[in-house]
């Protein structure tokens, strides 16, 4: 009787799984016909060099695997929608690539996936390292958001976010000077490049000795916001920023004057300047005196009259 309860069981069973691979293998025979259908009118070319109808089956069959049914559901519909670069994606890491074509927008979708067509085995790795972030300054920043991840790490994931295309070239630049720095200099700059990405990256671009040592470094951090507040700098031979002391009214002035007698002829005319400058001081003091002098006179003639 046992035994008879134990071989229903096993049939059961066995009819479950049956079925159940019956019915993804429906699933995914649908999707396929689907994608093929879709693509074929539209990305032919695309497909063909994908791999066609087999390489199709064979990401199905993948995205099934790892994922289920939702997520087969979920590869036919970006692959109708994206095309043949969706499949490429997804296929090399299904769950990651599915997960952020979920949070991505369409504008950026399509240039995220055209980075992943050029960079397959990197992009694979950074969205595994960094999810979507990863993806979307790939795509803000076509050609130079890759390697500033890869290079500058999360990091530089959270600099580039904040970046224009244009900053972020020129942090790529300068990012693997700024890796090769020792760890605490290398997280306090990532830190200060935060705040105030553009105008430190292009400090750094203009000054790239400030990044060989850890004085240079230093001295950039403590001086950053008088740097970007308008102060003058000097950076000197081992990259060490000095900030320059603003002259006073008297120094402009004794500066002003002393460059005036830089030529003989600035020198010429600035001495006859003085001399008639001297002259016609002394003409009105004289002038002032005999006025002086007539009123006096005047007064005592009153006087005495």
Known sequence: MKR???????????????????AQGTLVREGLEQLLKT??????RE????GGERAVKEALLRVEREGGETMVRKTVLYG???GVNALNAIRLAPGPFV?????????LAVKALQAVKREPDLMTRLVSQYGTDALRIAAEHPGV????????GREGIDIA???TTDTAIRLSRIADPIAKLPAPDKSRLLGALKEAPAEMIRFLEKNPKVLLTSAGVAALIANKDKIFGGSKVFVDKDGVVHLLAEPGFAER????????FNTPLSAFFWIAAFLLFAWGVVKIWGTVRAERVRARNKKAQLKSD
Not at 99 to 107: G, I, S, Y
Request: glycine share 4%.
């Open 39 to 44: 693509l074929g009118k539209t990305e032919t």
């Open 253 to 260: 002035f004794t500066g002003q004057v002393i460059s005036a």
């Open 161 to 163: 976010e904040k970046s």
């Open 99 to 107: 997960k952020c074509l979920d949070e991505l927008p369409e504008r």
């Open 47 to 50: 497909l063909a060099e994908f």
């Open 145 to 152: 958001g890759s390697q500033i991840a890869n290079t500058l």
């Open 4 to 22: 008879l309860r134990s071989l229903v069981i096993l049939i059961l069973i066995q009819c479950i799984i049956a079925c159940n691979a019956s």
């Open 80 to 82: 109708e929608k994206y």
